[in-house]
T-cell receptor, first 114, second 116 residues
Framework: GAVVSQHPSRVICKSGTSVKIECRSL??????MFWYRQFPKQSLMLMAT?????????EQGVEKDKFLINHASLTLSTLTVTSAHPEDSSFYICSANLLNTEAFFGQGTRLTVV | AQTVTQSQPEMSVQEAETVTLSCTYDTSENNYYLFWYKQPPSRQMILVIR??????QNATENRFSVNFQKAAKSFSLKISDSQLGDTAMYFCAFMKPPSGNTPLVFGKGTRLSVIA
């Protein structure tokens, strides 16, 4: 099946710093990727839709200046958590659809802000 | 807007037994896809099974099968001969093709424990 690779899998950063998470589609082109956030024992919550060559679309309540998304190529989307705070600690997952019939997920990134 | 409801937060089953996880959804669409994803402790999302709404035949994948009732908007997952490795969080999800790329809509999940 198609492969989506997410990096890093774990990151610890200090409050006030920024962290970049990468999501790559390895064997297919993805004009659109999705970023989710998952709290412990909860479901995936859609944060934003990343569109290649244009601005991302953010879900209601998600701060676009806090969570910067860049989709510069057909295989790479990045999520930057800016000026991170402990409340930003969470599990972040990206996904991309193949032929609009199936979603493939990255391995996820566990972010801890100390 | 589409919604997906999983009414069983937690379930348990004895090894080798059969268990059914429930899922209902709400949509006005006629054509769509439904999925069951498994999320083990590693938190990697793994596709278990997929159903296309225009297909009447229920999808099966080895020990996993679904009971898709389109009129009732129900999409349950049956796991036969449960194995310890089936212990995971299971999410029911909805996708609306093909109007461009659309994200999955997830239910809240069911935590399944397989007991030896």
């Amino acid at each position: 099946g198609a492969v989506v690779s997410q990096h890093p899998s774990r990151v610890i950063c200090k409050s006030g710093t920024s962290v970049k998470i990468e999501c790559r589609s390895l064997d297919f082109q993805a004009t659109t990727m999705f970023w989710y956030r998952q709290f412990p024992k909860q479901s995936l919550m859609l944060m934003a839709t990343s569109n290649e060559g244009s601005k991302a679309t953010y879900e209601q309540g998600v701060e676009k200046d806090k969570f910067l998304i860049n989709h510069a190529s057909l295989t790479l989307s990045t999520l930057t958590v800016t000026s991170a705070h402990p409340e930003d600690s969470s599990f972040y997952i990206c996904s991309a659809n193949l032929l609009n019939t199936e979603a493939f997920f990255g391995q996820g990134t566990r972010l801890t802000v100390v | 807007a589409q919604t997906v409801t999983q009414s069983q937060p937690e379930m348990s089953v004895q090894e080798a037994e059969t268990v059914t996880l429930s899922c209902t959804y709400d949509t006005s669409e006629n054509n769509y896809y439904l999925f069951w994803y498994k999320q083990p402790p590693s938190r990697q999302m793994i596709l278990v099974i997929r159903q296309e709404a225009y297909k009447q035949q229920n999808a099966t994948e080895n020990r996993f099968s679904v009971n898709f009732q389109k009129a009732a908007k129900s999409f349950s997952l049956k796991i036969s001969d449960s194995q310890l490795g089936d212990t995971a969080m299971y999410f029911c999800a909805f996708m609306k093709p093909p109007s461009g790329n659309t994200p999955l809509v997830f239910g809240k999940g069911t935590r399944l424990s397989v007991i030896a």
